[in-house]
């Protein structure tokens, strides 16, 4: 934008006047381009032809394993829980002593490592049949 020189204030000219016209443009062009190419993603829907086997969203697949493998499904909650509560623990094992800690963000990187590998592991599982889910029919 060329007209906004140094020491123009931002109040009046880029809140007022700037801002309104990209957001209104860019609501313009995703009606337009909504209204004029309506295309499919997918065949529409029938009600009374279920698929043998429902599979949930692509991102839900590694919770939707853990679900299916567990026997029960309280303790299946609880493994779902227990993620965000082992991710809510990483700091405070890195900050024990920050001063002679030399690993403090390797700790964090090879949890992560670690938990994205269980994630697509588990999240490959998921779209195969239950007796070969967890070995991905490696072993």
Same mark, same amino acid.
């Given at each position: 934008?060329?007209?906004?020189?140094?020491?123009? +204030?931002?109040? +009046?000219?880029?809140?007022?006047?700037?801002?309104?016209? #990209?957001?209104?443009?860019?609501?313009?062009?995703?009606?337009?381009?909504?209204? &004029?190419?309506?295309?499919?993603?997918?065949?529409?829907?029938?009600?009374? !032809?279920? +698929?043998?086997?429902? &599979?949930?969203?692509?991102?839900?697949?590694?919770?939707?394993?853990?679900?299916?493998? #567990?026997?029960?499904?309280?303790?299946?909650?609880? &493994?779902?829980?227990? #993620?965000?509560?082992?991710?809510?623990?990483?700091?405070?094992?890195?900050? #024990?002593?920050?001063?002679?800690?030399?690993?403090?963000? &390797?700790?964090?990187?090879?949890?992560?490592?670690?938990?994205? !590998?269980?994630?697509?592991?588990?999240?490959?599982? !998921?779209?195969?049949?239950?007796?070969?889910?967890?070995?991905?029919?490696?072993?």
């Amino acid at each position: 934008m060329g007209h906004n020189y140094y020491g123009e +204030p931002a109040w +009046p000219n880029d809140l007022l006047y700037i801002f309104p016209v #990209v957001i209104l443009g860019t609501i313009s062009c995703t009606v337009g381009l909504a209204v &004029l190419e309506p295309s499919m993603i997918e065949e529409p829907t029938n009600p009374f !032809a279920t +698929p043998l086997e429902i &599979l949930p969203e692509w991102y839900f697949y590694p919770v939707f394993q853990i679900l299916c493998t #567990v026997p029960n499904k309280l303790l299946g909650v609880l &493994l779902m829980a227990s #993620v965000p509560a082992g991710l809510l623990t990483i700091p405070f094992l890195e900050n #024990v002593n920050k001063f002679q800690n030399p690993f403090r963000g &390797l700790v964090a990187t090879i949890v992560f490592a670690i938990g994205t !590998a269980v994630a697509i592991w588990l999240g490959i599982g !998921a779209t195969l049949p239950i007796e070969v889910s967890l070995t991905l029919v490696l072993f």
